[in-house]
């Protein structure tokens, strides 16, 4: 995770936005006391509402939870893809 102030994001915007982007950094810009502004790329951003979605509901979040534990008792299974 990155920190900057506004200041020293606008004087080195690109260098930011391409750690962010690159990198998967999340990049806070301080604003002042208890504020600021978070920058994360279109990817993070992406896999956070899936996980969001995911998890908003509970039977979606119970499913998950008992694949997850299948898993690791060994009792997944594998599936060969049909190629178009």
Same mark, same amino acid.
């Given at each position: ?10 004087? &080195?915007?690109?260098?930011? #936005? ?5 990198? +998967? ?8 006391? %208890? /504020? ?6 279109? &990817?993070?951003?992406?896999? #956070? ?5 995911? +998890? ?8 998950? %939870? /008992? ?18």
């Amino acid at each position: 995770m990155l920190t900057t102030s506004i200041s020293d994001f606008r004087r &080195d915007i690109k260098s930011y #936005l391409d750690k962010v982007t690159e990198d +998967l950094e999340t990049l806070i810009i301080n604003r002042g006391k %208890d /504020s600021g502004v978070v920058i994360m790329s279109l &990817d993070e951003y992406n896999s #956070l509402s899936a996980t969001h979605h995911e +998890l908003s509901s509970k039977a979606n979040e119970t499913r998950l %939870d /008992s694949a997850i534990e299948k898993l690791r008792q060994g009792a997944g299974f594998g599936k060969e893809l049909i190629e178009p």
